[in-house]
C-alpha cells in the first residue's frame, strides 16, 4: 500500500461529520444526504448498494482479468497485505458502531469499500485505466461522511469499464 495512501487513510477524521452536509468539486456522481442513522442503516443494507458495490469489484477484477492478467494472479496476496494495514479502521468503525447502537452492517461495509479503494490504488499505480469507485467512496469518508446507498438501477457489465454515473445519486449520512 503506497505511503500516500495510508497516509490519507490514517489522516481522515471518521464519521465525524456524519449527518452533514459537504461539498466536494467535481465530483462525478450525485449525492443526496440523509437524516438519520435509521435511513443510512436502511439503505446501507440494502440488494442495491451491495449490487452496486459488488459491480464495482467485479468490474475491476474482469479489467484486471483482461488487461493485467499477471498482476491479477496477486490479487489475494495483495488483498491481504490491504487487509493487515486497515485494522485501525476497523476498529474506528467498530467503536463507531457500538457507540450509536449500530449493527455489524457497518464495520462490514465500511472495510469492504475501504479495502476496495486500497486495490484500486494499487492497481491504479500499474494501469491508469482501471475502473473506479471506491476512490470516489473514499472522498466521501474523507469528509467525515459515509457512503451508504443508490438511487438508480445497478448495471452489470462484463467487460470491466468504468461504472457510467449517470443516473446513479449516492446516499450519504
Not at 493487515?84 to 458502531?97: G, P, Q, R, T
Request: aromatic letters at 14%.
Amino acid at each position: 500500500m503506497s505511503n500516500i495512501f495510508l497516509e490519507k487513510i490514517n489522516n481522515i477524521e471518521w464519521f465525524s461529520n456524519c449527518g452533514k452536509e459537504f461539498h466536494i468539486s467535481d465530483f462525478p456522481i450525485e449525492i443526496k444526504f440523509l437524516q438519520s442513522f435509521d435511513e443510512m442503516e436502511s439503505n446501507m443494507s440494502s440488494q442495491n448498494w451491495e449490487d452496486l458495490t459488488m459491480e464495482a469489484r467485479n468490474r475491476l477484477t474482469v479489467f484486471l482479468d483482461k488487461n493485467n492478467r499477471n498482476n491479477y494472479q496477486d490479487w489475494n496476496k495483495i488483498a491481504e497485505i490491504k487487509k493487515s494495514n486497515l485494522k485501525h479502521v476497523e476498529y474506528i468503525a467498530k467503536e463507531f458502531a457500538e457507540k450509536n447502537e449500530l449493527g455489524k452492517i457497518i464495520v462490514d461495509d465500511v472495510l469492504w469499500n475501504i479495502l476496495g479503494a486500497a486495490m484500486e490504488n494499487h492497481y491504479f499505480s500499474i494501469n491508469k485505466k482501471i475502473p473506479i469507485f471506491f476512490q470516489y467512496l473514499l472522498e466521501i469518508y474523507s469528509q467525515g461522511n459515509i457512503p451508504c446507498g443508490l438511487i438508480g438501477e445497478v448495471e452489470e457489465d462484463f467487460g470491466g469499464k468504468q461504472i457510467n454515473f449517470s443516473g446513479y445519486t449516492i446516499l450519504v449520512y
